[in-house]
């Protein structure tokens, strides 16, 4: 399945924030769980344009488990 498959099935099963602030890095399938790894992006939000912002880094990976998809437990990785 090509990237622009996957970025268009997760736009429609995943919440918006997680399309629209977080790159979707990696997917993996085990067993009877799905696993989406998403790496945000270091873009500024709107309205913080002119504002003179420095990245001091990011929080440690966080899971959080979604509700089922096709009877598997999703997990959303997020760094």
Known sequence: MSSDSLLAIANLLLPEVLVTYFDLTKHEIKGEELHFYFTE????????????????????QATVQDFPIRGKNVFLHIT
């Open 41 to 60: 992006l270091n873009t500024l939000p709107d309205g913080y344009n002119d504002a003179k912002l420095h990245s001091k880094g990011f929080f440690p």
